[in-house]
């Protein structure tokens, strides 16, 4: 299940990016196990929630949230594909496109042996375009 949730320095980076959507998970400290917010109820967490510089607690977004996150507040729409190269080379790739402004990013060379790697590079890369407007 943790392959559904982002690691701890996306999450990170995310937050300094101003993400801060309803979470169930949170990552305390520096520990790489999620601690889950969920009891008698469905609790969910944001960043806001707590005022620590430190990043003691941090909420853990899943790679969907992420990924509408990114669509919603910066327009850039990203995908992960599965595709045979030739019958030698089979894997994935990613693709992010900006509606405003920037071309489409892909990179054909750039593959990955599974999808849950090229979606971590892709949430990666979208992380560093944002940062480096």
Known sequence: MNREFAPYEQ?????????????????????????CQIGYEFKTEKNSDYNDETNYWLTVPTFSQAF??????YNLDSF??????S???????????????VE???????????????ELAC????IEIV???
């Open 11 to 35: 999450s990170l980076a995310l937050k300094e990016l101003g993400f801060n959507e309803p979470c169930i998970l949170l990552y305390r400290g520096l520990d790489t196990q999620p601690v």
């Open 68 to 73: 509408r996150w990114f669509r919603e507040k």
């Open 80 to 85: 992960v594909k599965h595709l045979y190269k």
């Open 87 to 101: 019958t030698i080379k089979v894997g994935y790739y990613f693709g992010i496109d900006e509606y405003k402004g």
């Open 104 to 118: 489409f990013q892909m990179d054909f060379d750039a593959w990955y042996k599974t999808y849950e790697e090229a």
């Open 123 to 126: 949430l990666i890369k979208l």
């Open 131 to 133: 940062k480096n407007k």
